[in-house]
T-cell receptor, first 112, second 113 residues
Framework: EAQVTQNPRYLITVTGKKLTVTCSQN?????MSWYRQDPGLGLRQIYY???????DKGDVPEGYKVSRKEKRNFPLILESPSPNQTSLYFC???????????FGSGTRLTVV | AQSVTQLDSQVPVFEEAPVELRCNYS??????LFWYVQYPNQGLQLLLK??????LVESINGFEAEFNKSQTSFHLRKPSVHISDTAEYFC???????????FGPGTRLSVLP
């Protein structure tokens, strides 16, 4: 089944403890992206990648890192999480620039 | 940079009534436009998209959207809604290669019996 898989689904962590949210797609898509969803703000793009080793900042990149060493994987790294990064995170992929994104099921992160 | 406005944060409507969810975008170049739906506790699903050609696009579950370049709008409509259409709807825009894919803030559609 074609899908975007992100893990974990739920995560509670403490301020400052580094964490990684994994994302993998099995559709051989070129583009991948991370979004955060907050009430009243919709989805805001954190980082996106157009291909292996090609990444760029979205609208809210501060406090996040990404890497794209392989086409299928696009992990999101929070080096030192803070409470304002408590949010619902979505990974997504798409085959090309004029196609829509396919989304993962989301990761609900709570930073205390 | 492109941006998306969804004027209505919440739209309550009775079952079998028509509905229109509004979306306006800001861009200085040609764009690709999308509507996504998010059911409670789920991820986003692509509902329909406008890439080029006919300005009226349809989804398989009765929704349609019309691209209006002069008004920079891409409103979503359905002539008769069902309880199962209750969800949050997001409009999105991209200017194409190498560009951000930007979402609006969303409209929560509540279909009442």
């Amino acid at each position: 089944e074609a899908q975007v898989t992100q893990n974990p689904r739920y995560l509670i962590t403490v301020t400052g403890k580094k964490l990684t949210v994994t994302c993998s797609q099995n559709m051989n898509h070129e583009y991948m992206s991370w979004y955060r969803q907050d009430p009243g703000l919709g989805l805001r793009q954190i980082y996106y990648s157009m291909n292996v080793e090609v990444t760029d900042k979205g609208d809210v990149p501060e406090g996040y890192k990404v890497s794209r060493k392989e086409k299928r994987n696009f992990p999101l790294i929070l080096e030192s999480p803070s409470p304002n990064q408590t949010s619902l995170y979505f990974c997504a992929s798409r085959v090309g620039h004029n196609y829509g994104y396919t989304f993962g099921s989301g990761t609900r992160l709570t930073v205390v | 940079a492109q941006s998306v406005t969804q004027l209505d944060s919440q739209v309550p409507v009775f079952e079998e009534a028509p509905v229109e969810l509004r979306c306006n975008y800001s861009s200085s170049v040609s764009v690709y436009l999308f509507w996504y739906v998010q059911y409670p506790n789920q991820g986003l699903q692509l509902l329909l998209k406008y890439l080029s050609g006919s300005t009226l696009v349809e989804s398989i579950n009765g929704f349609e959207a019309e691209f209006n370049k002069s008004q920079t709008s891409f409103h979503l409509r359905k002539p008769s809604v069902h309880i199962s259409d209750t969800a949050e709807y997001f409009c999105a825009v991209t200017e194409g290669y190498g560009q951000n894919f930007v979402f609006g803030p969303g409209t929560r559609l509540s279909v009442l019996p």
